[in-house]
Protein backbone atom coordinates (compact mmCIF):
# COMPACT_ATOMS: atom_id res chain seq x y z
CA UNK A 1 0.00 0.00 0.00
CA UNK A 2 2.82 1.82 0.65
CA UNK A 3 4.76 1.35 -2.10
CA UNK A 4 1.86 2.28 -4.46
CA UNK A 5 1.45 5.92 -3.44
CA UNK A 6 4.68 6.65 -3.44
CA UNK A 7 5.16 5.78 -7.06
CA UNK A 8 2.08 7.35 -7.72
CA UNK A 9 3.41 10.47 -5.82
CA UNK A 10 6.30 10.35 -7.56
CA UNK A 11 4.57 9.70 -11.27
CA UNK A 12 3.15 13.35 -10.38
CA UNK A 13 6.57 14.63 -9.39
CA UNK A 14 8.63 13.57 -12.47
CA UNK A 15 6.44 15.96 -14.51
CA UNK A 16 5.54 13.12 -17.26
CA UNK A 17 4.69 14.65 -20.57
CA UNK A 18 0.94 12.96 -21.64
CA UNK A 19 0.91 11.39 -24.99
CA UNK A 20 -1.93 13.35 -26.72
CA UNK A 21 -4.03 12.49 -30.41
CA UNK A 22 -4.40 15.73 -31.88
CA UNK A 23 -7.46 15.87 -34.66
CA UNK A 24 -7.74 17.99 -36.99
CA UNK A 25 -9.03 18.23 -40.51
CA UNK A 26 -6.69 19.35 -42.42
CA UNK A 27 -2.68 19.77 -42.36
CA UNK A 28 -0.36 21.87 -44.03
CA UNK A 29 2.88 20.12 -43.96
CA UNK A 30 3.88 21.17 -47.84
CA UNK A 31 2.85 22.86 -50.44
CA UNK A 32 3.16 18.89 -52.32
CA UNK A 33 0.86 17.77 -50.00
CA UNK A 34 -2.88 18.92 -50.72
CA UNK A 35 -4.51 18.60 -47.41
CA UNK A 36 -5.30 21.76 -45.90
CA UNK A 37 -7.14 24.89 -46.93
CA UNK A 38 -5.57 27.42 -44.43
CA UNK A 39 -4.33 28.77 -41.62
CA UNK A 40 -6.11 25.92 -39.07
CA UNK A 41 -4.22 23.41 -41.59
CA UNK A 42 -0.76 25.68 -41.33
CA UNK A 43 -1.26 26.34 -37.53
CA UNK A 44 -1.79 21.82 -37.41
CA UNK A 45 1.22 21.49 -39.38
CA UNK A 46 4.21 23.40 -37.55
CA UNK A 47 2.02 21.75 -34.35
CA UNK A 48 3.46 18.65 -35.32
CA UNK A 49 6.46 19.72 -36.78
CA UNK A 50 7.10 21.39 -33.45
CA UNK A 51 6.08 18.28 -31.51
CA UNK A 52 9.08 16.32 -33.41
CA UNK A 53 11.27 18.92 -33.13
CA UNK A 54 10.85 18.82 -29.31
CA UNK A 55 10.03 15.60 -28.68
CA UNK A 56 6.76 16.07 -27.60
CA UNK A 57 4.62 12.43 -27.87
CA UNK A 58 1.55 14.03 -30.02
CA UNK A 59 0.48 11.88 -32.79
CA UNK A 60 -2.17 13.77 -35.54
CA UNK A 61 -5.26 12.39 -36.47
CA UNK A 62 -6.52 13.78 -40.15
CA UNK A 63 -8.11 12.74 -43.49
CA UNK A 64 -5.94 12.12 -46.67
CA UNK A 65 -7.89 14.52 -48.71
CA UNK A 66 -8.43 13.40 -52.47
CA UNK A 67 -8.70 16.43 -54.14
CA UNK A 68 -8.15 18.94 -50.98
CA UNK A 69 -8.86 22.12 -51.06
CA UNK A 70 -9.74 24.44 -54.16
CA UNK A 71 -7.27 24.80 -57.08
CA UNK A 72 -8.70 29.33 -57.47
CA UNK A 73 -7.43 30.53 -60.43
CA UNK A 74 -8.58 33.77 -62.75
CA UNK A 75 -10.06 33.43 -65.63
CA UNK A 76 -9.28 35.91 -68.87
CA UNK A 77 -12.20 38.47 -67.51
CA UNK A 78 -10.30 38.77 -64.24
CA UNK A 79 -12.93 36.11 -62.24
CA UNK A 80 -12.00 33.07 -59.81
CA UNK A 81 -12.66 30.17 -60.85
CA UNK A 82 -12.57 26.70 -59.03
CA UNK A 83 -10.88 23.33 -60.35
CA UNK A 84 -9.89 20.43 -58.72
CA UNK A 85 -7.47 17.48 -59.49
CA UNK A 86 -6.95 14.32 -57.98
CA UNK A 87 -3.99 13.86 -56.06
CA UNK A 88 -1.86 10.70 -56.10
CA UNK A 89 0.46 10.90 -53.23
CA UNK A 90 4.04 9.23 -52.66
CA UNK A 91 4.79 10.33 -49.23
CA UNK A 92 2.22 8.05 -47.08
CA UNK A 93 2.89 4.79 -45.74
CA UNK A 94 1.42 1.59 -45.42
CA UNK A 95 -0.18 0.73 -41.53
CA UNK A 96 -2.28 -2.41 -42.53
CA UNK A 97 -4.80 -0.49 -40.56
CA UNK A 98 -8.38 -0.77 -41.64
CA UNK A 99 -11.44 1.03 -39.67
CA UNK A 100 -15.03 0.63 -40.46
CA UNK A 101 -17.61 3.29 -39.61
CA UNK A 102 -21.35 2.83 -39.96
CA UNK A 103 -22.62 6.30 -42.05
CA UNK A 104 -26.38 6.42 -43.14
CA UNK A 105 -26.19 2.60 -42.16
CA UNK A 106 -23.80 1.55 -44.57
CA UNK A 107 -20.19 0.32 -43.49
CA UNK A 108 -17.31 2.70 -44.60
CA UNK A 109 -13.99 0.94 -44.48
CA UNK A 110 -10.98 3.50 -43.93
CA UNK A 111 -8.02 3.00 -44.36
CA UNK A 112 -5.12 4.42 -42.46
CA UNK A 113 -2.15 5.68 -43.80
CA UNK A 114 0.92 7.73 -41.93
CA UNK A 115 3.10 10.73 -42.83
CA UNK A 116 6.12 11.64 -41.06
CA UNK A 117 7.85 12.42 -44.34
CA UNK A 118 7.93 16.38 -43.24
CA UNK A 119 9.92 16.28 -40.84
CA UNK A 120 6.53 16.48 -38.42
CA UNK A 121 5.25 13.61 -35.70
CA UNK A 122 3.18 11.19 -37.15
CA UNK A 123 0.18 11.60 -38.68
CA UNK A 124 -2.29 9.05 -39.15
CA UNK A 125 -4.93 9.54 -42.51
CA UNK A 126 -8.00 8.45 -43.25
CA UNK A 127 -9.40 7.32 -46.13
CA UNK A 128 -12.26 5.91 -47.68
CA UNK A 129 -10.75 6.27 -51.53
CA UNK A 130 -10.82 1.94 -51.54
CA UNK A 131 -12.04 -0.37 -53.41
CA UNK A 132 -14.49 -1.80 -50.38
CA UNK A 133 -16.25 1.36 -50.71
CA UNK A 134 -19.62 1.86 -53.10
CA UNK A 135 -19.23 5.64 -51.98
CA UNK A 136 -15.25 6.60 -51.95
CA UNK A 137 -15.76 9.87 -52.43
CA UNK A 138 -16.39 11.09 -48.58
CA UNK A 139 -12.42 12.19 -48.32
CA UNK A 140 -12.50 13.71 -52.21
CA UNK A 141 -12.63 17.44 -50.92
CA UNK A 142 -12.20 19.70 -47.93
CA UNK A 143 -14.75 22.17 -46.83
CA UNK A 144 -16.60 20.66 -50.60
CA UNK A 145 -19.76 19.76 -51.07
CA UNK A 146 -23.51 20.46 -48.78
CA UNK A 147 -23.99 19.68 -44.94
CA UNK A 148 -24.48 15.68 -44.91
CA UNK A 149 -20.87 15.22 -46.41
CA UNK A 150 -19.47 17.38 -44.25
CA UNK A 151 -21.10 15.05 -41.28
CA UNK A 152 -19.94 11.28 -43.34
CA UNK A 153 -16.11 13.61 -43.11
CA UNK A 154 -16.36 14.10 -39.41
CA UNK A 155 -17.55 10.82 -38.83
CA UNK A 156 -14.56 9.44 -40.46
CA UNK A 157 -12.73 11.87 -38.70
CA UNK A 158 -13.81 11.47 -34.85
CA UNK A 159 -15.15 8.16 -34.89
CA UNK A 160 -13.04 7.00 -37.70
CA UNK A 161 -9.68 8.38 -35.74
CA UNK A 162 -10.48 6.79 -32.02
CA UNK A 163 -11.13 3.40 -34.00
CA UNK A 164 -7.39 4.02 -35.31
CA UNK A 165 -5.60 4.90 -32.59
CA UNK A 166 -6.90 1.36 -30.74
CA UNK A 167 -6.22 -1.20 -33.94
CA UNK A 168 -2.60 1.00 -34.02
CA UNK A 169 -1.98 0.14 -30.55
CA UNK A 170 -1.94 3.89 -29.64
CA UNK A 171 -2.78 4.89 -26.19
CA UNK A 172 -3.33 8.86 -25.60
CA UNK A 173 -3.81 9.60 -22.28
CA UNK A 174 -5.63 13.33 -23.69
CA UNK A 175 -7.49 13.92 -27.21
CA UNK A 176 -7.08 17.06 -28.38
CA UNK A 177 -9.85 18.75 -30.74
CA UNK A 178 -8.25 21.04 -33.14
CA UNK A 179 -11.90 22.97 -33.78
CA UNK A 180 -15.35 21.76 -33.38
CA UNK A 181 -15.23 19.40 -36.47
CA UNK A 182 -13.44 16.23 -34.27
CA UNK A 183 -16.69 16.17 -31.59
CA UNK A 184 -17.68 12.89 -32.68
CA UNK A 185 -14.52 11.82 -31.65
CA UNK A 186 -15.81 12.28 -28.35
CA UNK A 187 -18.94 10.46 -29.14
CA UNK A 188 -16.89 7.11 -29.65
CA UNK A 189 -14.86 7.48 -26.67
CA UNK A 190 -18.51 7.38 -24.74
CA UNK A 191 -19.50 4.64 -27.07
CA UNK A 192 -16.61 2.75 -25.67
CA UNK A 193 -17.15 3.15 -22.20
CA UNK A 194 -21.30 2.53 -22.10
CA UNK A 195 -19.90 -0.45 -24.02
CA UNK A 196 -17.86 -1.68 -20.81
CA UNK A 197 -21.11 -0.63 -18.58
CA UNK A 198 -21.04 2.85 -17.72
CA UNK A 199 -24.53 4.95 -18.35
CA UNK A 200 -24.35 7.63 -20.48
CA UNK A 201 -24.01 9.94 -17.90
CA UNK A 202 -21.12 8.47 -16.53
CA UNK A 203 -19.63 7.95 -19.92
CA UNK A 204 -19.48 11.15 -20.61
CA UNK A 205 -17.72 12.49 -17.23
CA UNK A 206 -15.22 10.45 -17.99
CA UNK A 207 -14.62 11.30 -21.37
CA UNK A 208 -14.68 15.20 -20.75
CA UNK A 209 -11.42 14.30 -18.21
CA UNK A 210 -9.59 12.76 -21.30
CA UNK A 211 -11.08 15.70 -23.89
CA UNK A 212 -9.15 19.23 -24.95
CA UNK A 213 -10.50 21.51 -27.18
CA UNK A 214 -9.55 24.51 -29.11
CA UNK A 215 -11.71 27.50 -30.93
CA UNK A 216 -10.73 29.03 -33.30
CA UNK A 217 -13.20 30.92 -35.03
CA UNK A 218 -14.73 34.28 -33.83
CA UNK A 219 -17.50 34.44 -35.99
CA UNK A 220 -20.69 33.10 -34.65
CA UNK A 221 -21.94 31.64 -37.95
CA UNK A 222 -18.11 30.43 -38.78
CA UNK A 223 -19.08 27.84 -35.71
CA UNK A 224 -20.54 24.58 -37.59
CA UNK A 225 -23.86 23.20 -36.84
CA UNK A 226 -26.48 20.66 -37.80
CA UNK A 227 -29.96 19.71 -37.87
CA UNK A 228 -30.22 17.13 -34.70
CA UNK A 229 -31.99 14.84 -37.67
CA UNK A 230 -29.81 15.11 -40.25
CA UNK A 231 -27.19 13.90 -37.09
CA UNK A 232 -29.00 11.42 -36.42
CA UNK A 233 -29.78 10.39 -40.26
CA UNK A 234 -26.46 9.71 -40.77
CA UNK A 235 -25.76 8.11 -37.28
CA UNK A 236 -23.13 10.44 -36.01
CA UNK A 237 -25.21 10.40 -33.11
CA UNK A 238 -23.82 6.90 -31.72
CA UNK A 239 -25.29 6.26 -28.14
CA UNK A 240 -26.93 9.67 -27.69
CA UNK A 241 -31.11 9.90 -28.56
CA UNK A 242 -31.88 13.43 -30.11
CA UNK A 243 -32.83 15.31 -27.13
CA UNK A 244 -29.59 14.62 -25.20
CA UNK A 245 -27.63 15.37 -28.65
CA UNK A 246 -29.81 18.92 -28.25
CA UNK A 247 -28.98 18.96 -24.43
CA UNK A 248 -25.34 18.53 -25.07
CA UNK A 249 -25.13 20.79 -28.27
CA UNK A 250 -28.69 22.72 -28.62
CA UNK A 251 -30.77 22.79 -31.80
CA UNK A 252 -29.21 23.34 -34.17
CA UNK A 253 -26.51 21.42 -32.88
CA UNK A 254 -23.38 23.48 -32.82
CA UNK A 255 -20.24 21.44 -32.78
CA UNK A 256 -18.41 24.22 -30.87
CA UNK A 257 -21.05 24.36 -28.23
CA UNK A 258 -20.79 20.53 -27.51
CA UNK A 259 -16.98 20.54 -27.76
CA UNK A 260 -17.04 23.07 -25.06
CA UNK A 261 -19.21 21.03 -23.11
CA UNK A 262 -17.28 17.78 -24.13
CA UNK A 263 -13.75 18.95 -22.67
CA UNK A 264 -11.94 18.99 -19.48
CA UNK A 265 -10.46 22.66 -20.75
CA UNK A 266 -10.53 24.98 -24.02
CA UNK A 267 -8.34 27.32 -25.40
CA UNK A 268 -8.93 30.10 -27.76
CA UNK A 269 -5.85 31.37 -30.19
CA UNK A 270 -4.87 34.66 -28.72
CA UNK A 271 -5.20 36.74 -25.47
CA UNK A 272 -7.95 39.21 -27.51
CA UNK A 273 -9.34 35.94 -28.95
CA UNK A 274 -9.72 34.65 -25.28
CA UNK A 275 -11.57 37.61 -24.41
CA UNK A 276 -14.14 37.55 -27.73
CA UNK A 277 -14.70 34.21 -27.56
CA UNK A 278 -15.39 34.34 -23.59
CA UNK A 279 -18.17 36.79 -24.29
CA UNK A 280 -19.40 34.68 -27.33
CA UNK A 281 -19.95 31.88 -25.85
CA UNK A 282 -21.12 33.01 -21.96
CA UNK A 283 -24.06 31.84 -22.26
CA UNK A 284 -23.54 28.21 -22.62
CA UNK A 285 -23.97 26.92 -19.31
CA UNK A 286 -21.76 23.49 -18.24
CA UNK A 287 -19.33 24.09 -20.71
CA UNK A 288 -15.35 24.27 -20.27
CA UNK A 289 -13.06 27.13 -19.08
CA UNK A 290 -11.45 28.80 -22.31
CA UNK A 291 -8.34 30.01 -21.79
CA UNK A 292 -5.65 31.94 -23.75
CA UNK A 293 -2.96 30.46 -25.50
CA UNK A 294 -1.64 32.45 -28.38
CA UNK A 295 -0.54 30.31 -31.64
CA UNK A 296 2.92 29.82 -32.86
CA UNK A 297 4.94 29.12 -35.97
CA UNK A 298 7.35 26.43 -37.09
CA UNK A 299 10.36 28.48 -37.76
CA UNK A 300 12.35 26.12 -40.25
CA UNK A 301 9.56 25.77 -42.36
CA UNK A 302 8.79 29.69 -42.46
CA UNK A 303 11.62 31.97 -41.40
CA UNK A 304 14.84 32.17 -43.63
CA UNK A 305 17.59 31.21 -40.88
CA UNK A 306 20.01 34.02 -42.38
CA UNK A 307 17.34 36.66 -40.92
CA UNK A 308 17.84 35.31 -37.38
CA UNK A 309 22.02 34.75 -38.28
CA UNK A 310 22.30 38.00 -39.34
CA UNK A 311 19.89 40.37 -36.57
CA UNK A 312 22.98 41.84 -34.64
CA UNK A 313 24.40 43.09 -37.88
CA UNK A 314 22.61 46.04 -39.57
CA UNK A 315 23.98 45.72 -43.33
CA UNK A 316 24.01 42.24 -43.33
CA UNK A 317 20.73 42.18 -42.19
CA UNK A 318 19.41 44.47 -44.74
CA UNK A 319 21.37 42.66 -47.44
CA UNK A 320 19.80 39.55 -46.56
CA UNK A 321 16.32 41.09 -46.40
CA UNK A 322 17.07 42.43 -50.10
CA UNK A 323 18.36 39.34 -51.72
CA UNK A 324 14.50 37.80 -50.27
CA UNK A 325 12.82 40.57 -51.55
CA UNK A 326 14.75 40.44 -54.98
CA UNK A 327 13.88 36.31 -54.36
CA UNK A 328 10.11 37.49 -54.29
CA UNK A 329 10.40 39.51 -57.39
CA UNK A 330 11.53 37.08 -59.28
CA UNK A 331 9.09 34.54 -58.60
CA UNK A 332 6.53 36.87 -59.25
CA UNK A 333 7.85 37.44 -63.00
CA UNK A 334 7.84 33.72 -63.52
CA UNK A 335 4.48 33.82 -62.07
CA UNK A 336 2.86 37.29 -63.80
CA UNK A 337 5.38 37.96 -66.30
CA UNK A 338 5.73 41.50 -64.31
CA UNK A 339 8.73 42.86 -62.37
CA UNK A 340 8.38 44.91 -59.65
CA UNK A 341 11.09 47.40 -58.58
CA UNK A 342 14.00 46.39 -55.85
CA UNK A 343 14.34 50.11 -54.30
CA UNK A 344 10.21 51.06 -53.87
CA UNK A 345 8.35 49.90 -50.87
CA UNK A 346 6.59 46.60 -50.95
CA UNK A 347 3.81 46.04 -48.94
CA UNK A 348 2.24 42.13 -49.30
CA UNK A 349 -1.11 41.22 -48.15
CA UNK A 350 -2.51 37.58 -48.19
CA UNK A 351 -5.51 36.03 -46.45
CA UNK A 352 -8.84 34.29 -46.80
CA UNK A 353 -11.02 36.31 -49.16
CA UNK A 354 -14.17 37.15 -46.43
CA UNK A 355 -15.70 40.41 -45.93
CA UNK A 356 -14.29 40.91 -42.20
CA UNK A 357 -10.75 40.49 -43.76
CA UNK A 358 -11.24 43.66 -46.14
CA UNK A 359 -8.68 42.83 -48.36
CA UNK A 360 -9.18 46.03 -50.69
CA UNK A 361 -9.82 48.89 -47.83
CA UNK A 362 -6.41 50.22 -49.03
CA UNK A 363 -8.06 51.36 -52.35
CA UNK A 364 -10.73 53.06 -51.08
CA UNK A 365 -9.42 56.31 -51.07
CA UNK A 366 -8.39 56.87 -55.33
CA UNK A 367 -7.48 60.00 -54.48
CA UNK A 368 -4.51 59.06 -51.88
CA UNK A 369 -3.74 55.43 -52.90
CA UNK A 370 -3.48 56.17 -57.12
CA UNK A 371 -0.74 58.96 -56.44
CA UNK A 372 1.53 56.47 -54.58
CA UNK A 373 1.09 53.83 -56.64
CA UNK A 374 1.67 55.52 -60.29
CA UNK A 375 4.70 57.32 -58.20
CA UNK A 376 6.75 55.03 -57.44
CA UNK A 377 6.40 54.98 -53.97
CA UNK A 378 4.54 51.90 -53.20
CA UNK A 379 3.86 48.64 -54.71
CA UNK A 380 1.04 46.39 -53.36
CA UNK A 381 0.94 42.27 -53.70
CA UNK A 382 -2.37 40.54 -53.01
CA UNK A 383 -2.93 36.49 -52.70
CA UNK A 384 -6.18 34.68 -51.16
CA UNK A 385 -8.51 32.23 -52.12
CA UNK A 386 -12.22 32.59 -51.59
CA UNK A 387 -14.30 29.73 -50.67
CA UNK A 388 -15.91 28.25 -53.34
CA UNK A 389 -19.73 28.20 -52.52
CA UNK A 390 -18.93 32.18 -51.29
CA UNK A 391 -19.83 34.59 -53.86
CA UNK A 392 -19.21 37.31 -51.96
CA UNK A 393 -15.47 36.43 -51.23
CA UNK A 394 -15.03 35.94 -55.07
CA UNK A 395 -16.12 39.52 -55.63
CA UNK A 396 -13.24 40.39 -53.40
CA UNK A 397 -10.74 38.36 -55.20
CA UNK A 398 -12.21 39.92 -58.43
CA UNK A 399 -11.67 43.16 -57.30
CA UNK A 400 -8.04 43.08 -56.02
CA UNK A 401 -7.64 41.33 -59.27
CA UNK A 402 -9.32 44.31 -60.90
CA UNK A 403 -6.78 46.27 -58.98
CA UNK A 404 -3.95 44.78 -60.39
CA UNK A 405 -5.04 45.89 -64.15
CA UNK A 406 -5.74 48.78 -63.33
CA UNK A 407 -2.57 49.82 -61.88
CA UNK A 408 -0.72 47.37 -63.58
CA UNK A 409 3.50 47.05 -62.80
CA UNK A 410 2.40 48.18 -58.71
CA UNK A 411 -0.10 46.14 -58.15
CA UNK A 412 0.26 42.50 -58.44
CA UNK A 413 -2.64 39.27 -57.29
CA UNK A 414 -1.43 35.69 -56.91
CA UNK A 415 -3.54 33.25 -57.67
CA UNK A 416 -3.71 30.07 -56.08
CA UNK A 417 -2.62 31.49 -53.00
CA UNK A 418 -0.89 28.36 -50.90
CA UNK A 419 2.10 27.77 -48.82
CA UNK A 420 4.63 28.35 -51.72
CA UNK A 421 3.05 31.58 -52.01
CA UNK A 422 2.98 32.18 -48.49
CA UNK A 423 6.47 31.84 -47.62
CA UNK A 424 7.77 33.76 -50.23
CA UNK A 425 5.45 36.70 -49.40
CA UNK A 426 6.37 36.78 -45.86
CA UNK A 427 10.01 36.57 -46.71
CA UNK A 428 9.84 39.16 -49.60
CA UNK A 429 7.75 42.08 -49.09
CA UNK A 430 8.93 44.56 -47.22
CA UNK A 431 5.92 45.56 -44.71
CA UNK A 432 2.88 43.12 -43.83
CA UNK A 433 -0.36 44.34 -44.08
CA UNK A 434 -3.22 43.27 -41.66
CA UNK A 435 -6.14 45.19 -41.42
CA UNK A 436 -9.08 42.89 -40.32
CA UNK A 437 -12.51 44.72 -38.35
CA UNK A 438 -11.47 43.81 -35.29
CA UNK A 439 -12.13 41.61 -33.07
CA UNK A 440 -12.07 38.89 -35.78
CA UNK A 441 -9.12 37.74 -36.59
CA UNK A 442 -8.27 35.18 -33.89
CA UNK A 443 -4.88 34.80 -34.71
CA UNK A 444 -2.96 35.78 -37.67
CA UNK A 445 -0.20 33.49 -38.04
CA UNK A 446 1.53 34.97 -41.15
CA UNK A 447 2.26 38.26 -39.44
CA UNK A 448 4.78 36.16 -37.24
CA UNK A 449 6.43 34.60 -40.06
CA UNK A 450 6.72 37.85 -41.73
CA UNK A 451 7.90 39.49 -38.47
CA UNK A 452 10.48 37.04 -37.93
CA UNK A 453 11.74 37.48 -41.37
CA UNK A 454 12.44 41.29 -40.55
CA UNK A 455 9.24 42.05 -42.55
CA UNK A 456 7.37 45.14 -40.81
CA UNK A 457 3.98 44.62 -39.45
CA UNK A 458 1.52 47.28 -39.91
CA UNK A 459 -1.29 46.06 -38.67
CA UNK A 460 -4.85 46.27 -37.27
CA UNK A 461 -4.54 45.76 -32.92
CA UNK A 462 -6.31 42.63 -33.57
CA UNK A 463 -5.23 38.54 -33.13
CA UNK A 464 -1.68 38.48 -31.65
CA UNK A 465 -0.59 41.82 -32.52
CA UNK A 466 -1.53 43.09 -29.62
CA UNK A 467 0.49 41.44 -27.82
CA UNK A 468 3.49 41.93 -29.71
CA UNK A 469 3.22 45.32 -31.36
CA UNK A 470 5.45 48.08 -30.00
CA UNK A 471 4.28 51.04 -32.32
CA UNK A 472 6.97 52.56 -34.32
CA UNK A 473 9.65 50.10 -33.36
CA UNK A 474 8.95 46.84 -34.17
CA UNK A 475 6.21 47.26 -36.64
CA UNK A 476 3.20 49.90 -36.69
CA UNK A 477 -0.38 49.46 -35.15
CA UNK A 478 -3.29 51.66 -36.86
CA UNK A 479 -6.76 51.91 -35.45
CA UNK A 480 -5.91 52.06 -31.53
CA UNK A 481 -8.10 49.17 -30.68
CA UNK A 482 -10.69 50.93 -31.65
CA UNK A 483 -14.29 48.68 -32.33
CA UNK A 484 -17.25 50.81 -34.28
CA UNK A 485 -20.83 50.86 -33.23
CA UNK A 486 -21.55 50.12 -37.12
CA UNK A 487 -18.94 48.45 -39.40
CA UNK A 488 -19.32 51.50 -41.51
CA UNK A 489 -18.07 53.61 -38.80
CA UNK A 490 -15.06 50.91 -37.98
CA UNK A 491 -14.15 51.28 -41.81
CA UNK A 492 -14.37 54.73 -41.84
CA UNK A 493 -11.62 54.90 -38.49
CA UNK A 494 -9.50 52.44 -39.52
CA UNK A 495 -9.22 53.61 -42.63
CA UNK A 496 -8.26 56.87 -41.89
CA UNK A 497 -5.93 55.47 -39.59
CA UNK A 498 -4.60 53.29 -41.77
CA UNK A 499 -3.56 55.97 -44.31
CA UNK A 500 -2.23 58.61 -41.47
CA UNK A 501 -0.25 55.81 -40.30
CA UNK A 502 1.32 54.92 -43.98
CA UNK A 503 1.50 58.54 -45.24
CA UNK A 504 3.36 59.92 -41.81
CA UNK A 505 5.31 56.93 -40.65
CA UNK A 506 5.90 53.84 -42.67
CA UNK A 507 6.55 55.71 -45.98
CA UNK A 508 9.02 58.21 -44.30
CA UNK A 509 10.59 55.89 -42.28
CA UNK A 510 11.16 53.31 -45.53
CA UNK A 511 12.69 56.20 -47.88
CA UNK A 512 14.04 58.82 -45.69
CA UNK A 513 15.42 56.85 -42.46
CA UNK A 514 17.18 53.66 -43.37
CA UNK A 515 18.89 53.02 -40.51
CA UNK A 516 15.68 53.64 -38.65
CA UNK A 517 14.03 51.24 -40.63
CA UNK A 518 16.87 48.56 -40.22
CA UNK A 519 16.57 48.82 -36.48
CA UNK A 520 12.38 48.53 -37.00
CA UNK A 521 13.62 45.28 -38.57
CA UNK A 522 15.86 43.81 -35.84
CA UNK A 523 13.53 44.74 -33.11
CA UNK A 524 10.46 42.74 -35.15
CA UNK A 525 12.87 39.59 -35.21
CA UNK A 526 14.45 39.59 -31.80
CA UNK A 527 11.06 40.43 -30.29
CA UNK A 528 8.80 37.95 -31.76
CA UNK A 529 11.11 34.93 -32.54
CA UNK A 530 11.05 33.10 -29.06
CA UNK A 531 7.56 33.91 -27.67
CA UNK A 532 6.14 33.26 -31.00
CA UNK A 533 7.83 29.80 -32.15
CA UNK A 534 6.23 26.84 -31.54
CA UNK A 535 8.17 25.28 -28.38
CA UNK A 536 6.28 28.07 -26.53
CA UNK A 537 3.46 26.91 -28.27
CA UNK A 538 3.73 23.02 -27.36
CA UNK A 539 5.14 24.31 -23.43
CA UNK A 540 1.88 26.20 -23.46
CA UNK A 541 -0.65 23.61 -24.06
CA UNK A 542 1.14 20.81 -22.15
CA UNK A 543 0.67 23.19 -19.01
CA UNK A 544 -2.64 24.77 -19.25
CA UNK A 545 -4.52 22.27 -21.40
CA UNK A 546 -3.42 18.59 -21.07
CA UNK A 547 -1.86 18.99 -17.75
CA UNK A 548 -4.68 21.03 -16.30
C1 LIG B 1 0.49 31.31 -42.66
C2 LIG B 1 -0.53 30.94 -43.65
C3 LIG B 1 -1.90 31.10 -43.34
C4 LIG B 1 -2.37 31.67 -42.03
O1 LIG B 1 -2.11 33.02 -41.95
P1 LIG B 1 -3.17 34.09 -41.48
O2 LIG B 1 -2.32 35.19 -40.96
O3 LIG B 1 -4.02 33.47 -40.44
O4 LIG B 1 -3.93 34.48 -42.69
C5 LIG B 1 -2.84 30.74 -44.28
N1 LIG B 1 -2.48 30.24 -45.48
C6 LIG B 1 -1.19 30.08 -45.82
C7 LIG B 1 -0.86 29.52 -47.16
C8 LIG B 1 -0.17 30.43 -44.91
O5 LIG B 1 1.10 30.26 -45.27
Redesign the pocket.
Known amino acids: MKKNKTAGNSKKKTNKKPKVAYFCMEY?LDTSLRTYA??LG?LAGDYLKGAKDHKYPIVGIGIKWKQGYTDQLIDKKGQPYDSYHNYNYDCFEETGVKVSVDIRNIKVVCKVWKVTKFGNAPIYMLDTDIPENSDNWITGQLYGWFGEERIAQEMVLGIGGVRALRKLGIKPEVYHFNEGHALFAGFELIREKMEKGLSLKEAKEATKKQVVFTTHTPVVQGNESHPIDKLMYMGANLNFTAKQLEKLGGSPFNMTVGALRLSKKSNAVAGLHNKTANKMWKDVKNRSEIVGITNCIHLPTWVDPEMIESVENSEKLWNNHQKNKKNLIAFVKERTGITLKEDVLLIGF???AVPYKRSNLIFTNKEIIEPLLKENKLQLIFSGKAHPLDDTGKAIVANLVEMSEKYKGAVIFLEN???T???HLTRGSDVWLNNPRRPLEA?????M?AAMNGVLNFSILDGWWPEACEHGKNGWQFGDGFEGKSEKKQDKHDLDALYKTLLDEVIPTYYDNRKKWVKMMKRSIISTKDEFAVNRMLKDYYKKLYLA
Open positions: GGGISRRYDMIGASGTSGK
